[in-house]
Each structure stands twice: as structure tokens, then as C-alpha cells.
């Protein structure tokens, strides 16, 4: 285990948070830890008019069992117009069903032994500084070295919570501040919180293109309407709430400071492509390699090498589960975006 010291606020006020989340909160969890690009989705045809929720899910869903949708449904995996359901609860013709299939299955994750920057733990929590290139869950194409497995490791405790106590999530190739549950009571009062909002999340972005001041984009994110590996702003999308303040300027690339309302999948990336402004190396949002007029050889070379979105979760804050402190962790800037925004203070000045 790499130790770093946490950077914790002082105690700012006690808040109350139901240990049983309600059916809104429970949608907005499941926005939170389900990838909206690996969902499923159908509507109920009237000859299926009337069915229970589940068997009328296996007709639809045909490659997973009855018994494995019921209990999708009863974690609000299985939805019923974006509102959580019972296995039993009765549908209608025109019934949206939206499933977020899990693809391994519980029991298979194991524990694993990896090195972990541990921000700060104690009985009820864990927060860590993950680094790009990190998993956070195990899924097809990732059946070990996640970030849950390595959780489970090093807090066997974690292994009987849902999702080995993740709580949101981070992409891939996304560095920083992540938080976990590391009790049962913690769980419930951290899935609290994301539900009304009360954490606040910070990122460290360098994107494209120059801004003439800080603002907020409020543009609803659903799935790409031709690409199943890209998020859009799209008007049948769920609402998404981004704002963000210009953290230092260079000639052609802004650094920001980026505070998400909402926890959409990408949405970050996605709510800067769609202004124009991707995100440094972003796979996926960024297309093809941008070369601003006359820059220096050692600018182009450092843009040409990197390969991962430019975002980092510099600050998280959340309300200790017990004791109702307000905590704030912060992660430094790991060294590739160091690296980067140096080059851009030397090669790129304004």
C-alpha cells in the first residue's frame, strides 16, 4: 500500500441523511455506478400487456434467466420508465424497460492483492487517489486487477456490500479522488448523498480553445444516435449539469477547474466536445490530433503523445457517515498532466 496524507477541512455542520433511500434516490445511484453505454433496452409489445415485470423481462431480455432479472430488478438494474420496480409489479403496452446487465457476476470477483494510494480509511470509509489506466469494477475484458479487487484485498469486509462498496465511479483512463463504503451504514448513507447531491466533485480539466470566463452547461446526455461508444447531448438525454472556471489560460488550450452537478457517464467529456472544447487526448471525443498554427516542435510532440483524456478528480467532499463531518481530499496532479500543463505554460503562452 503507497500511504499519502489526506487533506481534511475542519468540521463545517452535522447533516441528516435516511439510511433507506428513497425510489429517486435509488434512479440516481444506479445513474451514478451503471454505464449508460452498456444498457439494454425494449418496450413491452401489448401481447405482453399484463405480465409481471420479471417474465415479461425474460421474453424480452432472452439471454439472461427470469431468477437473474428479478434480482436486477430488485437492485434497480432493471428499471421501468426510469423508475424502480418490484419482480412482481404488473406492465402495460408501452412499457420502456431499461436494463444495465451486469457482466460478470458477483460471486466471481475476488480478491486481489494490488498497491493502493490510500488518501485516508477508517471503519466506515476508504478514499483513494486512483491512477489512469485503473478499472474500477471487474466487467468483460477486465476480470481482475480492478480497483474492487484490490479493495476486497485490502478490506475483506468490502466483498459483502453491493459492488464491493463502490459507490461512483471513474472512467478507466479518468486519475483521482475516488471514495468508497467500507460498512453497510456507510453505504446507505453515501448513496444519500450522491442521491441529493450533497457531494461535491472537482476535476482538473485542459481541453482545447480558449473561453472568456467561467459559466455552466446545461445540456441533457444520453447515447450517441450513430456511435454506441460516445455520449451526446441529445434532447431525449437525462439532465446534466456541468460548471466550470477558467484555472489558467494558454494560447490555444484552457486549464479548468470543473464541478459536476449530475454524475452522467462521460459527462465531462461529453458536455466539452459538445462546446467545442475536448478534452486533451480524449480517445473518443476528440478526433483528430489538434495542431495549432505555429506551435513549437516541442508542443506538437507532447500533444501527439498524449493518450488519455486530460481529467483529473483533484477534490471530493462528502459527510462522514457517522459522524456528520464534512471532509475534502484532494489528489495532486499526477505527472503526466504536470508534464502537459508545463509544456503549455513554456510552448503555448498567451
Given amino acids: 500500500m503507497i500511504g499519502r496524507q489526506a487533506q481534511l477541512s475542519a468540521v463545517v455542520h452535522l447533516r441528516d441523511h435516511s439510511v433507506n433511500p428513497t425510489g429517486r434516490e435509488s434512479q440516481r445511484l444506479s445513474e451514478e455506478l451503471f454505464d449508460d453505454l452498456e444498457a439494454l433496452s425494449a418496450a413491452v409489445p401489448a401481447r405482453l400487456s399484463g405480465g409481471r415485470l420479471d417474465a415479461v423481462a425474460a421474453v424480452l431480455f432472452t439471454e439472461f434467466s427470469r431468477s437473474r432479472l428479478a434480482e436486477w430488478v430488485r437492485v434497480g438494474r432493471l428499471t421501468r420508465n426510469g423508475q424502480p420496480a418490484r419482480p412482481r409489479d404488473k406492465v402495460v403496452s408501452g412499457d420502456a424497460l431499461l436494463l444495465f446487465p451486469e457482466a460478470e457476476d458477483r460471486v466471481e470477483w475476488a480478491a486481489e492483492p494490488l498497491p493502493l494510494d490510500i488518501l485516508y480509511e477508517d471503519e466506515h470509509v476508504i478514499v483513494v487517489n486512483k491512477p489512469a489506466g485503473l478499472v474500477v469494477h471487474p466487467a468483460t475484458g477486465h476480470h481482475s486487477g480492478t480497483l474492487v479487487n484490490g479493495l476486497m484485498a485490502h478490506a475483506p469486509e468490502m466483498s459483502s456490500l453491493p459492488r464491493g ?8 483512463d479518468t486519475s483521482g479522488v475516488m471514495l468508497a463504503a467500507r460498512s453497510t451504514l456507510a453505504h446507505k448513507h453515501l448513496v444519500a448523498q450522491l442521491a441529493d447531491r450533497s457531494v461535491t466533485r472537482i476535476y482538473a480539466a485542459v481541453c482545447r480553445g480558449t473561453f472568456s470566463g467561467g459559466g455552466t452547461i446545461d445540456a441533457p446526455i444520453g447515447r450517441h444516435p450513430t456511435s454506441r461508444i460516445k455520449m451526446a447531448v441529445v434532447p431525449e438525454g437525462k439532465s446534466a449539469v456541468t460548471h466550470y472556471r477558467i484555472a489558467q489560460r494558454f494560447g490555444a488550450h484552457t486549464l479548468l477547474d470543473v464541478r459536476l452537478e449530475s454524475g452522467r457517464t462521460h459527462q465531462i467529456r461529453g458536455h466539452l ?78
Avoid at 165 to 172: A, F, M, N, T
Fill in 273 to 350: 466536445a459538445w462546446r467545442k472544447h475536448p478534452l486533451i487526448g480524449d480517445p473518443v471525443y476528440a478526433g483528430r490530433a489538434f495542431r495549432p498554427a505555429g506551435a513549437s516542435a516541442k508542443l506538437l510532440e507532447m500533444l501527439d503523445s498524449f493518450r488519455r483524456q486530460a481529467l483529473h478528480a483533484r477534490e471530493l467532499s462528502f459527510a462522514h457517515p457517522q459522524t456528520g463531518e464534512v471532509m475534502c481530499f484532494r489528489a495532486d496532479l499526477p505527472n503526466d498532466m504536470s508534464t502537459l500543463i508545463a509544456c503549455l505554460a513554456e510552448e503555448d503562452p498567451v
Fill in 165 to 172: 462498496g463502490i459507490v461512483h465511479r471513474l472512467d478507466k
